[in-house]
């Protein structure tokens, strides 16, 4: 199993590719043609008063852009615009200020800008900004509008464009990703000339509200929608293809778009929700169809904070080295077709609570029991042993009782002296003070006993 879950190996952009995936939450808009119209242009509704020529000095980065909102809308006179009419305008012709976004929180080896200076809590994010995230490295990051996006490890994503456009108020935000992963939870955007996109090479991304994951590998770039509904078309396509909820899209480099249901959230085990030992590990129910499993540890439910990350071909997952306190953890299938599916999520408690013994002979007639513990510093030992026959059953004459039970031990050893020989069993208890429910005993080990 690979302790580290690696992002796929990515392909350089390739020259002369063009495809584009738009997707835009459908909440409010009258069809799938003005959803996917919406990232490119804006509605001015003109008062008395307003003139082209006005608005193109105001709001526009070049006055002489006029000319094209006039041949957009059909306006015979520029120096006079009727009221109350609706002006086409677009977006890439309208003066912005620049707005920014902010670090979260983030973990491990992760770089900003063009020097890659290491990342730091709270930093401010410019449009243009750079970031990459290294092995077993995680960040995540709030936009102006209030939208969350979270990288996990080996990705790289620019923030392209961080405007507010002038005119209108609304924001327009555009987060390339270079390679990689990135997840996002859109807050709803407020009026409908706000743009929130996210771009790959060969795809792009536009919401007006919603969650859903972007992943750029070899081949197609993939998105799978965790709340919402997307249209998604190449460029220019008249009639975008609906991804409801729970389902993905792949977008091939030459324009075909393949989708399929996600996989469901498998289940966790309950008994994941202590951890207790020196390793962690995750046990999940198989889901049909599942190629792997992806799973992540996070500080807060909404995995804003994440610190680690693994994949297994098995349904389970390992960690090591997570500090004691309340954590959760996320898991997801991946399908055969490289989809991630719906993920679960369940809270568990650390306890760095492992235990681990031995037995061996210091004489003839002497044996020690030795034990090593690390968690709580109020806990005492204890060490249980059973006579047993050739069967390792108890022996008839001591039917459940135990010929040794020393308890309220404390140190890291017991002197064993005159142990009648035969075979035994036995074990090692760490038990917490004050009592809990959680004590950690060694498993039941055979020993023969000999003189």
């Not at 898991?331 to 681990?356: C, K, M, V, Y």
Request: proline residues 7%; glycine residues 8%; charged residues 20%.
């Amino acid at each position: 199993m690979n302790k580290h879950f690696q992002a796929r190996r990515m392909p350089r952009m390739m020259p002369g590719i063009a495809t584009v995936l738009n997707l835009a939450l459908l909440c409010g808009l009258p069809s799938a043609v003005q959803a996917q119209n919406t990232p490119s242009e804006v509605s001015y509704h003109t008062h008395l008063h307003d003139t082209l020529i006005d608005l193109a000095r105001r709001y526009f980065n070049r006055v002489e852009d006029y000319r094209v909102v006039q041949q957009l809308n059909h306006v015979p006179i520029p120096e006079h615009l009727q009221p109350d009419i609706d002006l086409r305008i677009p977006v890439n012709l309208l003066r912005g200020a620049s707005v920014t976004a902010s670090v979260i929180s983030f973990r491990g080896d992760v770089r900003l800008g063009e020097d890659r200076h290491a990342a730091s809590q709270g930093a401010v994010l410019t449009e243009g900004t750079r970031i990459e995230t290294g092995a077993t490295s995680f960040l995540s990051l709030r936009a102006a509008d209030g939208s969350v996006v979270t990288m996990p490890s080996q990705s790289v994503v620019r923030l392209s464009r961080m405007r507010r456009i002038l005119l209108t108020g609304t924001l327009d935000q555009q987060f390339s990703v270079e390679h990689g992963r990135l997840e996002t939870t859109v807050a709803k955007q407020v009026g409908p000339a706000s743009h929130y996109e996210v771009r790959t090479p060969i795809a792009v991304s536009a919401v007006r509200g919603t969650v859903f994951r972007v992943n750029y590998g070899d081949g197609p770039s993939l998105t799978e929608v965790l709340g919402g509904t997307v249209a998604v078309g190449a460029p220019g396509a008249a009639h975008p293809q609906m991804i409801p909820l729970g389902e993905g899209a792949a977008v091939a480099p030459g324009g075909g778009i393949h989708t399929e249901p996600l996989l469901p959230a498998p289940a966790f085990a309950e008994a994941n929700r202590l951890q207790a030992g020196h390793e962690l590990l995750f046990s999940l129910a198989p889901v049909p169809g599942a190629a792997s499993y992806h799973l992540q540890i996070a500080r807060d439910a909404g995995f804003q904070d994440i610190v680690a990350e693994t994949s297994s071909v098995t349904p389970e997952g390992h960690f090591a080295n997570l500090p004691e306190g309340n954590w959760f953890a996320r898991a997801t299938a991946i399908s055969n077709t490289g989809f991630e599916g719906l993920p679960a999520t369940q809270g568990f408690e650390r306890r760095a609570h492992a235990l681990d013994a031995d037995i061996g002979r210091l004489s003839a007639h002497s044996w020690r029991v030795t034990w090593r513990y690390s968690g709580d510093a109020g806990t005492h030992f204890r060490v249980q042993m059973i006579p047993i026959d050739k069967h390792g059953e108890p022996l008839a004459k001591h039917p459940g009782k135990l010929a040794l039970d020393e308890d309220n031990l404390h140190g890291s050893a017991l002197r064993l002296d005159d142990v009648p020989p035969g075979p035994y069993r036995w074990r090692v208890g760490a038990i917490s003070s004050p009592a809990r429910d959680d004590d950690l005993w060694t498993p039941w080990r055979e020993i023969r006993i000999e003189r």
